[in-house]
């Protein structure tokens, strides 16, 4: 009996001890955008060496292998151009390329919106300019008009009346037909 308890205490604190070597396992390295970054596994082969922050006991960065001479000494030669804008061109994941075309939607979707919002308004604003040159033109005419008061009784528009409403309607017009 003494045995089997000796035994379980030791493999439980093997087991604890394993994961506390696991806990500490981590990488710590500052990606391109700058940024902090923390993580169980190696970082990306594109992060220098002189980035990478902390790393787990035991674990080696692979070699880099240096680039060709021409590449370095002559920095106009195409190997150098060509390494250059590798390196500076970001790399799309298919969730990054999935992630824009969507984006692209919803901003296409946005733009159709409004223009549709924009064409509805100067629908509104030139069916309002239409109605008040009409009106205008039937106040400028001299043409008897009535209207109804707020008793709902039948009056015929005086000559004040008619100069203010004249005003009203030439600022509407103006504000509208453009």
């Given at each position: ?15 604890c ?69 590798k ?12 992630l ?11 733009a ?50 008619r ?16």
């Amino acid at each position: 009996m003494h045995f089997k308890s000796v035994l379980r205490a030791l493999l439980l604190a093997l087991t604890c001890g394993s994961f506390a070597l696991t806990a500490f396992a981590q990488w710590q390295w500052i990606d391109k955008d700058g940024r902090k970054v923390y993580s169980d596994r190696s970082p990306p082969a594109d992060i220098l060496e002189k980035n990478i922050l902390k790393r787990p006991g035991g674990f080696a960065r692979a070699a880099v292998t240096p680039e060709p001479a021409t590449s370095a000494a002559d920095p106009a030669s195409p190997a150098a151009s060509a390494s250059a804008g590798k390196a500076s061109a970001p790399k799309l994941s298919g969730k990054d390329a999935e992630l824009e075309a969507k984006k692209k939607q919803a901003e296409n979707e946005e733009a159709a919106k409004k223009k549709a919002e924009e064409e509805k308004i100067a629908k509104s604003n030139a069916e309002t300019c239409e109605r008040a040159k009409k009106y205008l033109g039937t106040l400028q005419s001299g043409v008897r008009i009535g209207t109804t008061n707020t008793k709902g009784e039948r009056e015929i528009m005086d000559d004040a009346k008619r100069a203010e409403e004249s005003k009203r309607t030439q600022s509407l017009v103006d504000g509208n037909c453009k």
